[in-house]
């Protein structure tokens, strides 16, 4: 099957530096694709690339085998949602409010919102469990929530790609894991496929199948957990020590920082 | 699920919410045509609409002749301010911008005050002068504002600023340098005056008002999505760059045309959209209208108060919006301040 994505020899640079460089990716249809790399490895350069927020200066990148550069702001937003780590909401709107900003690219200008896009925006939220939350202000929900809210608000748009930028950042251990299975049960049930970019080496490694590890804006390694999360590679990218054995409940690799 | 059923706005709530600020806003012309120094009955009032006065009567001339120009110019100030002070937040995603943050007031006034010392007409080469002041600083802050990779909010507003205080120090050297009858005439513009309407520049400033608001207010959604953040608009579909240059220069051309004729009127644009916000939430869709009538309407009660409180003489209008602007601002501010700084 054609990729939804595809990345051929992508190279980007602030400036004079590169940030990323012969970067070649496909995203497949549904799948679960884990990015993990230290800062600066150029993680969150990648996915605004794979949005087009940002142009590529070498290469090339694919939407279902169209250009991405050819399509217009509103045809992308179709096709790819994101959800990064600048939200902020200046004025108060309530959550559905939000999440029905989602249906910007599928509505005309003058258009208003129908009882059909209420009824997606009312379904993203009951995905992502927070329809209760439908009412309440965004200002006043906790961390955990709003990642909920803002991944409906993805959805709502019925992209075939959702970018995930540290989606698990600030939150405790079980909205992290929340969240994670959240981002599974997309790619599983619903055909969504998802790039999720995180630190949490552990729940990428749980939860992904398919892992690409950034080192200094190159492709490090590839594949698998089970090949990509190996001591060495965890040591040379990340430059530290640790300690790499198998979870004893899911079998996956499982990282130990050493002191 | 029990739940009551959420509904999102529709367009039936927006234009019956819009209908009733019309009753409303018409209510205030009728209101604002009686009262003055001359005395107008309701009765004469009536019959110079309906033409059973002769057109030669002093009612009919005070009523076609000064107020109601007067009117409706004060109604589409109003508009104008508060539909950019509206636009402008959302663009800025700053609750406190009103439409002269960018600088456009001190460059149509550097224009006004340059005309007046020049010794140019009210009619013509003042607004004339004033509009391209405008024109001029709306030129600089785009052109020295954009980098690269756009507009940044922060570096037009900086723009503003400095271009603002640059101004403002020429427009001082002309006041202190003028004659004492040209500084009257120059302080006058300076707080706003409505008095000098006729119905030639109506004619041009009301299409012109019309078709900004059409073209905005299909940018409504645009400017919702943008009060979150410019990359996640980018991410839902906005066309960043051209939404913003667009909303800005709309704003800006209105504004700058208004001012030429009207002077400078403070704290509707910055009140008004508070106010709608406050009543009506974040929605532009909802907020565009109703902030812009809200604005007619309050520019029209503070018009007809600056030229009756101290009858026969009268008040400059700015007087009258900062009057009645500052405190109610300062009491909002303790009552919300907090929720609208929160990120």
Known sequence: ?259 | MNMTPIRPLSAGKVITISALMCACLFLVVLLSLLLGTAEISFDRLVGAFSGSLPAADPSALIIFKIRLPRIILAGLVGFSLSLGGVVFQALLRNPLADPFILGISSGSALGAIMGIVLGFSFAVGVPFMSFAGALLTIYLVVALGTRKMGMESSTILLTGVILNAFFTAIIMFFISTASSSRLYTMLFWLFGDLSQSHYGPLAIIAPVVVAASIVLYGFSKHLNIITAGEESAVQLGVEIKKAKMACLLVVSLIIGLVVSFSGLIGFVGLIVPHLARMAFGSDHRMLIPVGSLGGAIFLIVADTLARTVISPSELPVGVITAFLGAPFFIYLLMKRGSQWSRS
């Open chain 1, 1 to 259: 099957m054609e990729p939804v994505l595809t990345l051929k020899n992508v190279g980007f640079r602030y400036g004079m530096a590169w940030a990323l460089r012969g970067i070649d990716l496909e995203v497949n249809e549904g799948e679960l694709l884990g990015i993990l790399g230290p800062n600066g490895s150029g993680k969150s350069t990648l996915l605004k690339l794979m949005d087009g927020i940002l142009v590529p200066d070498e290469g090339k990148i694919l939407v279902r085998g169209k250009a991405l550069s050819s399509l217009g702001r509103t045809s992308v937003a179709r096709e790819i949602a994101m959800v990064s780590q600048e939200n902020y909401f200046r004025f108060e709107f309530s959550v559905l409010e939000v999440v029905l900003m989602g249906r910007f690219p599928h509505l005309g200008r003058f258009q208003f919102e129908g009882p059909k896009d209420l009824d997606i925006a009312l379904n993203a939220l009951k995905a992502t469990h927070a329809l209760d939350l439908a009412e309440r202000s965004i200002h006043g929900l906790s961390g955990g929530e709003k990642q909920r809210v803002l991944i409906a608000r993805a959805l709502a748009q019925e992209p075939g790609v959702v970018l995930l930028d540290e989606p698990t950042s600030f939150l405790d251990l079980k909205y992290k894991r929340e969240i994670f299975g959240l981002v599974s049960s997309l790619s599983a049930d619903k055909g969504i496929s998802v790039v999720v970019v995180s630190h949490d080496i552990d729940l990428v490694s749980q939860y992904c199948k398919r892992i690409v590890m950034l080192r200094g804006g190159i492709v490090h390694d590839s594949g698998e957990p089970a090949e990509v999360l190996t001591r060495t590679n965890i040591e040379a990218v990340y430059d530290c020590p640790v300690l790499v054995d198998n979870n004893p409940v899911t079998g996956k690799p499982r990282i130990t920082l050493l002191g």
